[in-house]
């Protein structure tokens, strides 16, 4: 996404950053299901610091450094450009679509897959490559890509990911591969972005092996924010090789916040499927028996399991065990509103 300075988007302000809720012995089955919630709405708030990053990194790392995370903070619903109403497309209007400038063809079919048309996935996937280059970084395409990696819906995350990819002039090769390398070894300070994008493009099954190596380098960085973004980058790559390091960073990682991301990522963010997701359980199980873990990396644990499979036997490892010996498949998915806090 190109940086002007003169068009700060809204979502790139101060955006509160919550710990799980406090822990209450008296609603022990209550709590998968809290910090479930805590790790869907993180999820949501952490997709749009991971944008204000791509945008304005250098931004983003100042309001890091003065706004420490702080427990139970509230979550407040992201401002948003996208109506909640589901907006309908006639014949007459894609066929007009074609007409008008690729940025307005680029929102608005990107505003029809977010309220599931069909017609427009397939419009986005035709007219992806041609608008690379062209597509500038608005606060609506800010906050519709957004709202579309926020869909359950894989085809419309992946949407998202290709206009981003347009929007910021990346054609899905080996040379963008390595010029986002170059970046990362030559500019620390633009690995947030890089990270992420690198990811993006593994997805897109770009060198997804020359990403995964590269994100598991710096996955085991010294510095904190450098590992933070490495494990976005891992969520968005999506391949079944990014799961064993996602869950041995929610159980290793020095750092509570970087283990609640890849929690995050392992329940409900980035590009993993369904069925990747249900993959982890049986190694998510081990981990109820691994005293090296403390109670809070614990809890995220149980969250993880809730939110893959739809079920909650509160924290007893053996009732889990047992339900998922009959049950290797997910129950009803848990949708939890945007826009809650947590008492």
């Known amino acids: 996404m ?47 610091a991971g944008f204000g990053v791509a945008r304005f990194h250098n931004d983003w790392a100042k309001w890091l450094s003065a ?62 490559d041609a608008w690379r280059g062209r597509l500038e970084s608005t606060d609506r395409l800010f ?16 949407a998202a990911v290709e206009i981003d990819l347009a929007a910021s002039n990346l054609s899905k090769s080996p040379q963008s591969v390595t010029h986002l390398l170059n970046l990362i070894n030559n500019d620390p300070g633009s690995r947030s ?4 994008r690198l990811g993006a493009l593994g997805n897109r099954g770009v060198e997804p092996t020359i990403v995964l190596t590269t994100l598991l380098r710096y996955a085991h960085d010294s510095n904190q924010q450098t590992r933070f973004w490495a ?58 028996d691994d005293d090296s873990l403390d109670a809070a990396t614990q809890d995220l644990v149980y969250a993880v ?7 909650s036997f509160g924290k007893d490892p053996d009732a889990w065990r047992e339900w998922w010996s009959h049950h290797d498949r997910p129950e009803t998915p848990h949708h939890f509103p945007r826009g809650l806090s947590l008492a």
């Open 2 to 48: 190109t940086v002007r300075p003169n068009h700060l988007p809204v979502a790139t302000r101060a955006i509160p950053e919550p710990l799980m809720g406090p822990h209450r012995a008296s609603a022990v089955h209550l709590q998968p299901v809290r910090v479930a919630l805590c790790l869907l709405l993180l999820a949501a708030v952490s997709t749009a």
């Open 67 to 128: 706004h420490p995370v702080q427990t139970a903070s509230p979550i407040q619903p992201l401002p948003s450009l996208v109506s909640d109403s589901r907006p309908a497309a006639t014949s007459v209007e894609l066929e007009k679509l074609s007409h008008l400038a690729p940025q307005q063809q680029a929102e608005r079919l990107l505003d029809l897959a977010i309220h599931r048309d069909e017609r427009s996935l397939e419009m986005i996937q035709q007219r992806q």
């Open 143 to 158: 906050h519709l890509v957004l709202a579309a990696l926020d869909s359950e819906d894989p085809r419309v995350r992946s």
């Open 193 to 196: 972005l890089t990270l992420w």
């Open 231 to 288: 494990v976005e980058g891992l969520a968005m790559l999506g391949t079944d090789e990014s799961i064993d390091p996602l869950l041995y960073i929610l159980a290793h990682d020095s750092s509570e916040r970087i283990r609640e991301r890849a929690a995050c990522n392992l329940a409900r963010s980035g590009m993993l499927t369904g069925e990747q997701r249900l993959s982890a359980v049986p190694q998510l199980l081990n981990l109820l």
């Open 305 to 311: 399991l809730h939110s893959i499979t739809g079920a």
